[in-house]
C-alpha cells in the first residue's frame, strides 16, 4: 500500500532562511508526486507536480527515488509562506491521492 | 465558473440522523472526488466518478455512506444515521480527464460535518 509520511508535523523559520519540508513515500513503483498547500481560511490549492519540474512561488521539489524523498524546498522564506503544507501521493494512471499528514509551517519575521 | 462549490459549509447534526452534502466540480471536469479530512490529518480519499460512473470507492466507506453524481456534474454524498466518528471536514475536489497522467485537483472550500 502506498503511504506518505511528513516527519515534521510544525516547523518554523524566520524570514529570509531557507525552507525544506520533508515528505518520504513508500511506494514499490514510480509514483506521481504533488505538493498541495492551504493558506489560512482558504481552500487546499495544488503548488506543484513533480512530473512538470516546474518552480511555483520560488518552490521546488525533486524527486529522489533512492531515498524514496520528495522534499519541499525554497531557499528564502518569506511571510507569505506559512500555511499548511500536504505531500500526496499516486499510483501511475491512478487518480486517487495519498495525502500526508501535513507540516504547518510557520516563517517568523 | 468559480471553481468547485460546496453546499453546505457548515453542518451540526444531532446523532442518527442523516445528512447530505452537494458538490458542483468545475463544468469542464469530468471527473470528481470526495474526500474526508479530520483534524491533524491529511485528506482520505473515500470515492471519485468519472462523468455518472463511480469508478473508485474506499473501505472508509461504510454501507452508511452513499454518493451519487447522477448526470455526471454535480454529486451528493449522503451519510445515514450518522455517529460523532463522522465529524469531519468533507472535501469535494475535480479534475480533468487524462488518461496518463494525474493532474492534481481542484478542491471546494469543504463542508464542515458536526455530529453532536
Known amino acids: 500500500a502506498q503511504r506518505v509520511t511528513q516527519p515534521e508535523k510544525l516547523l518554523s523559520v524566520f524570514k529570509g532562511a531557507p525552507v525544506e519540508l520533508k515528505c518520504n513515500y513508500s511506494?514499490?513503483?514510480?509514483?506521481?508526486l504533488f505538493w498541495y498547500v492551504q493558506y489560512s481560511r482558504q481552500r487546499l490549492q495544488l503548488l506543484l507536480r513533480?512530473?512538470s519540474r516546474e518552480s511555483i512561488k520560488g518552490f521546488t521539489a525533486d524527486l529522489n527515488k533512492g531515498e524514496t524523498s520528495f522534499h519541499l524546498k525554497k531557499p528564502f522564506a518569506q511571510e507569505e509562506d506559512s500555511a499548511m503544507y500536504y505531500c500526496?501521493?499516486?499510483?501511475?494512471?491512478?487518480?486517487?491521492?495519498?495525502f500526508g499528514q501535513g507540516t504547518r509551517l510557520t516563517i517568523n519575521p | 465558473d468559480t471553481g468547485v462549490s460546496q453546499d453546505p459549509r457548515h453542518k451540526i447534526t444531532k446523532r442518527g440522523q442523516n445528512v447530505t452534502f452537494r458538490c458542483d466540480p468545475i463544468?469542464?471536469?469530468?471527473?470528481l472526488y470526495w474526500y474526508r479530512q479530520t483534524l491533524g490529518q491529511g485528506p482520505e480519499f473515500l470515492t471519485y466518478?468519472?462523468?455518472?460512473?463511480?469508478?473508485?470507492k474506499s473501505r472508509l466507506l461504510s454501507d452508511r455512506f452513499s454518493a451519487e453524481r447522477p448526470k455526471g456534474s454535480f454529486s451528493t454524498l449522503e451519510i445515514q444515521r450518522t455517529e460523532q466518528g463522522d465529524s469531519a471536514m468533507y472535501l469535494c475536489?475535480?479534475?480533468?480527464?487524462?488518461?496518463?497522467?494525474?493532474?492534481?485537483?481542484?478542491f471546494g472550500s469543504g463542508t464542515r460535518l458536526t455530529v453532536v
Open positions: 475536489a475535480s479534475s480533468p480527464v487524462d488518461r496518463t497522467t494525474n493532474y492534481g485537483y481542484t
Open positions: 511506494y514499490s513503483g514510480s509514483p506521481e
Open positions: 513533480h512530473i
Open positions: 500526496a501521493l499516486s499510483k501511475p494512471g491512478s487518480q486517487k491521492l495519498v
Open positions: 463544468s469542464e471536469h469530468n471527473r
Open positions: 466518478f468519472q462523468n455518472e460512473a463511480q469508478l473508485e
